[in-house]
């Protein structure tokens, strides 16, 4: 067996990575970054249960998404749909709630269709214990950051998170399932051919429940590995041969490394706006009530969040916007679960704010976006004071990464109130445990997978 993190042995085709990737040639901060990416979003997906986009998301699977005899329990849910199914309600219950992981290049989010995917695996009958399990996610994280990445540089439309986590979703089967080298090919091509090609700048101009398509790439994913199991072709996969300066340090360099993680379960894009509000009001230490304008800066696409809609009306648009998370942020200190909830939004403090902000876009930052998101917010008072942030970006990135003490706090707000302290502690246990203990595979799927 090869020392751990020994590169030498890195596979050198992507369809060999498939196959071959071991839990014991993972660097430990490799295993480490997949421990905190599923302890996100469980947090995430518990709190997202009772929106109603994730509810009507699981309805629809249990309805019309069923496969007698090869089905598979939908997370935080318990009852069951057919594994692509599966996977696609449980990929929606995690888009509901813009609180997961993501990485900057790729402007969207691998887990949030790899995790739900990898569970209908399992479910689905394929042998996995705690270490399978770990290896899995780094193989879904880095096959859909480097598809994402690829698909963006060679194509000039901006794709949904989905056009691009189906691939990693199918090579996850493949690799479940035992696929031939031949049969993974196809997997791939068929998960980029039928990914969704959305168009996500539509969905931040005018929020819904569509939100990043990564139900969709979920099910694309396990539809493309069940496929070509069964001998239907699709090869090749563009992003994949076409793009092959993407794919060549695979298995050497682990992307994983490289997500970011959310501090306020908002678009990432609006995060730099709140920091550099939150940072002006503790310095000079003044109420929402003080506030008499807001001017906030910052890249274009911020810029465009929710620009259709100033005063959210459902989640969504909460989720979608550049002004509301910034005003719910100063009226409270903090933007969390109930912030985005109907309580939250009808907050009249919150409303007085959207009313007095104006946006512009800075040349500046937009020339910097995506590799660094930047956003200056200039707060003057009733007093006549104005105040201005320096150029500020989110936190939660490689360059200034959250704690581990500060993820699990996010991770137990979020997911405490939904399913309790005692399980909520249960997960979080098995999580860590899951490098030392391969049975605790199992029990963290039991818990996972039940309401």
Not at 84 to 92: D, E, I, L, Q, T
Request: glycine share 8%.
């Amino acid at each position: 067996m090869a020392e751990k993190g020994d590169a030498s042995v890195a596979p050198a085709s992507l369809t060999a990575l498939v196959r071959e990737l071991r839990f014991e040639a993972l660097p430990a901060d490799v295993v480490a970054c997949a421990q905190r990416c599923l302890l996100d979003l469980v947090g995430v997906a518990a709190a997202a249960r009772d929106l109603p986009s994730a509810r009507l998301s699981r309805g629809h699977a249990i309805e019309h998404m069923r496969a007698a005899g090869r089905e598979a329990r939908i997370l935080f849910d318990g009852r069951r749909a057919s594994l692509p199914g599966a996977a696609f309600a449980g990929g929606a219950l995690i888009d509901a709630l813009d609180g997961h992981d993501g990485h900057v290049l790729t402007k969207g989010h691998a887990g949030a269709a790899v995790l739900p995917a990898l569970l209908a695996y399992v479910e689905g009958g394929a042998p996995c214990g705690g270490h399978e399990f770990l290896a899995c996610l780094v193989l879904g994280y880095e096959i859909a950051t480097r598809a994402g990445i690829a698909l963006h540089a060679t194509v000039a439309d901006y794709h949904c998170s989905g056009a691009w986590n189906a691939l990693a979703c199918a090579a996850i089967g493949a690799r479940l399932r035992q696929l031939s080298d031949a049969q993974s090919r196809h997997a791939l091509g068929i998960a980029e051919y039928w990914g969704p090609r959305g168009q996500i700048l539509r969905v931040c101009e005018a929020p819904s429940m569509l939100k990043d398509g990564s139900s969709w790439g979920a099910h694309a994913g396990v539809t493309a590995a069940l496929m070509a199991e069964a001998g239907f072709t699709g090869a090749p996969a563009i992003t994949v041969e076409g793009a092959p300066e993407h794919w060549s340090d695979i298995g050497t360099r682990f992307r994983i490394r490289e997500q970011y993680f959310k501090a306020y379960p908002v678009c990432r894009w609006a995060q730099p706006a709140i920091e550099a509000a939150l940072a002006v009001q503790c310095e000079h230490r003044f109420d929402a009530g003080d506030i008499a304008s807001i001017a906030i800066e910052s890249f274009r696409e911020a810029v465009d969040l929710g620009s259709r809609c100033l005063s959210p009306s459902t989640t969504d648009e909460a989720q979608y916007s550049l002004t509301y998370p910034v005003a719910a942020a100063l009226v409270h200190g903090r933007v969390g679960a109930d912030e985005v909830n109907a309580a939250g939004r009808r907050d009249p403090r919150t409303a007085r704010l959207l009313g007095l902000m104006t946006l512009a876009e800075t040349s500046e930052f937009s020339q910097k976006f995506p590799a660094q998101r930047f956003a200056r917010v200039t707060i003057t008072l009733h007093d006549g004071r104005v105040l201005a942030s320096v150029p500020s970006q989110a936190r939660g990135g490689p360059e200034n990464p959250l704690s581990d003490d500060e993820l699990r706090t996010k991770y137990r707000a979020l997911a405490e109130p939904a399913i309790g302290a005692a399980r909520a502690s249960r997960i979080e246990t098995l999580i860590a445990a899951l490098p030392r203990d391969d049975a605790a595979c199992a029990a963290l799927c039991d818990e996972l997978l039940t309401d």
